[in-house]
Nanobody, 127 residues
Framework: QVQFVESGGGLVQPGGSLRLACAAS????????ISWFRQAPGKEREGVSCISASGGSANYLDSVKGRFTISRDNAKNTVYLQMNSLEQGDTAVYYC????????????????????WGQGTQVTVSS
């Protein structure tokens, strides 16, 4: 059974940091591009960042460039999202997802290309 579990979300003040983790089981993430998405209340789910299967390349939503960093540890079957300088606009449920059709990332990150999803972790940025 394929399962993705996100962790690391929480409540943080503006300017703070969080590190999200996405751990996979029943699935070898090392062969596929993995992305983080987010969905704020009343908004569409949007692609935040993608990392290639090898970890050698990544892309980012414009609004998070320079603040977020995606990484992966294929030995641990885990993908991370380091989020710094958080803003209220980053408040959302964050999901990780695997694209079993790609080893490299597409730009933009398109939701319908992803076929395995986690349940999400809430990130709230508020003073």
């Amino acid at each position: 059974q394929v399962q993705f579990v996100e962790s690391g979300g929480g409540l943080v003040q503006p300017g703070g940091s969080l590190r999200l983790a996405c751990a996979a089981s029943g699935f070898f993430t090392q062969y596929y591009a993995i992305s983080w998405f987010r969905q704020a209340p009343g908004k569409e789910r949007e692609g935040v960042s993608c990392i290639s299967a090898s970890g050698g390349s990544a892309n980012y939503l414009d609004s998070v460039k320079g603040r977020f960093t995606i990484s992966r540890d294929n030995a641990k079957n885990t993908v991370y999202l380091q989020m710094n300088s958080l803003e209220q606009g980053d408040t959302a449920v964050y999901y990780c997802a695997a694209n079993t059709m790609r080893t490299m990332c597409a730009s933009p990150i398109v939701r319908h290309e992803y076929d395995y999803w986690g349940q999400g972790t809430q990130v709230t940025v508020s003073s």
